[in-house]
């Protein structure tokens, strides 16, 4: 069985810095798949951030790009979100998804599994 569980998230300063991570189990080896980062805001729709294949190429979008970063850890089967320079509208729900492929085609909110997700709240 899948599970994705992401933490780190929290109330941050504008300006300041949070590193999300993301516990996958049930998928192995994980540098197998293709692995991304989402946001939801409610009323609003979802928001694919980030997306990076199997080979490690990745797919940024345009609100997040020199900003966020994301970073794999396969021997434990982590996913980490590394957010920089944060702004009051990255103020969202983050969650963690997997593509059951290696390869993510792009950015989209298309994937198979997902995490329940972790709140961050850019506020001063």
């Known amino acids: 069985q899948v599970h994705l569980v992401e933490s780190g998230g929290g109330l941050v300063q504008p300006g300041g810095s949070l590193r999300l991570s993301c516990k996958v189990s049930?998928?192995?080896?994980?540098?197998?798949?293709?692995v991304g980062w989402l946001r939801q805001a409610p009323g609003k729709e979802r928001e694919g951030l980030l997306c990076m294949n199997a080979d490690g190429t990745t797919y940024y979008a345009d609100s997040v790009k020199g900003r966020f970063t994301i970073s794999r850890d396969a021997a434990n089967n982590m996913v980490y979100l590394r957010m920089i320079s944060l702004r009051p509208d990255d103020t969202n729900v983050y969650y963690c998804?997997?593509?059951?492929?290696?390869?993510?085609?792009?950015?989209?909110?298309?994937?198979?599994?997902w995490g329940q997700g972790t709140q961050v709240t850019v506020s001063s």
């Open positions: 049930g998928l192995t080896p994980l540098d197998y798949y293709a």
């Open positions: 998804a997997v593509i059951d492929h290696h390869l993510c085609g792009g950015i989209h909110d298309e994937f198979d599994y």
